[in-house]
């Protein structure tokens, strides 16, 4: 097996403040928690920010730029930041400014639209914080998130092309490793490829072991050796399935974005609690965890001194 890469994806924007005390929302917090899952083990920090009055999702590069500075200073990690961390809502410049203006070695891109449904995290009983939570979580039912072949095509050259900034291809579902396919063959990405596939998330793909098989499966019959292959679960699957995916020569990520908890009902108090327990698992099934330099060169980054920041 090669080395495999950890990713952290430290606060997303799907979780909302009053669900966790240990999601990281301010830009000090943000970059506290990014220093320390690298120094945990994470190769690359994958980043959202979030207005820091009341932790609604943003995405303002001079926020971003208030932590990737700190992050960079501070760590060798890959700094990944979203071009979807804004919400469903954000036009397509707003979400990827932070993107075009940084121009960090990586970034996310979801490689198709989906109904990403949050609303049942508004169900539980909790004393809400912020009077935009609620409202957020339950108007998902109605959203979908957009993501079209020229939302991608717009991305991949205003973002990539203009930037340096190669991609995590979020993909969650089969339909979306066709989509990463038709982009391929069009010469608008280039291998290596970091395909990301998700799993777990209300309207996206399951996370049963034959869905991790067949996702897995279907990459390997598209893109052969031109790929990486990492694997996210939500929730209750973060730790099962990256076991799977790991044993299966797959890279992994975890992080406060993906999941809240370190085990059964018990909050995880930092995205480095994560990185440490599944850099504990891989341990133990003999996976030699990557170095941040080892992960750039896997992927063909442009470098740590490149960036806008």
């Not at 979203?82 to 070695?105: C, D, Q, V, Y």
């Not at 034959?210 to 990459?219: I, N, V």
Request: proline share 5%; hydrophobic share 40%.
């Amino acid at each position: 097996m090669s080395k495999a890469i950890i990713t952290c994806a430290v606060t997303g924007g799907a979780h909302t403040p009053s669900m966790s005390r240990f999601l990281p929302v301010t830009p000090e917090e943000i970059a506290a928690e990014s220093i320390a899952a690298a120094e945990a083990g994470a190769s690359i920090i994958h980043l959202h920010a979030r207005n820091p009055d009341d932790g609604r999702p943003s995405g303002d590069p001079e926020i971003f730029r208030r932590f990737v500075t700190a992050i960079k200073s501070s760590t060798s990690a890959v700094i990944n930041i979203s071009t979807g961390g804004g919400g469903p809502n954000m036009p397509i410049e707003e979400r990827t400014a932070a993107g075009r203006a940084l121009k960090p070695e990586m970034c996310s891109l979801n490689m198709g639209s989906l109904n990403l449904v949050l609303s049942e995290m508004a169900e539980r009983e909790r004393e809400w914080r912020h009077d935009w939570e609620v409202p957020f979580l339950k108007g998902t039912r109605g959203l979908i998130f957009r993501n079209t072949y020229d939302d991608i095509e717009w991305i991949l050259k205003h973002v990539g092309q203009a930037g340096g900034t190669r991609f995590e291809f979020e993909c969650y579902d089969v339909g979306h490793l066709y989509t990463l396919q038709y982009f391929l063959e069009k010469g608008l990405v280039e291998p290596p490829l970091f395909v990301q596939t998700v799993f777990g998330l209300r309207g996206a793909m399951g996370a049963h072991a034959e869905d991790l098989l067949h996702q897995k499966r279907t990459a390997d019959r598209l893109f052969g050796t031109d790929y990486h292959w990492s694997v996210l679960a939500a929730g209750r699957h973060q730790m099962p399935v990256a076991t799977m995916a790991s044993l299966m020569g797959g890279n992994v990520r975890v992080g406060l974005e993906d999941s809240l908890y370190i085990g059964r009902g018990e909050l995880a108090q930092s995205n480095a609690d994560q990185v440490r327990k599944i850099r504990r698992i891989l341990g133990e099934l003999g996976i030699e965890i990557a170095s941040p330099d080892e992960a750039r060169r896997m992927l063909d980054l442009k470098g740590h001194d490149q960036v806008a920041f």
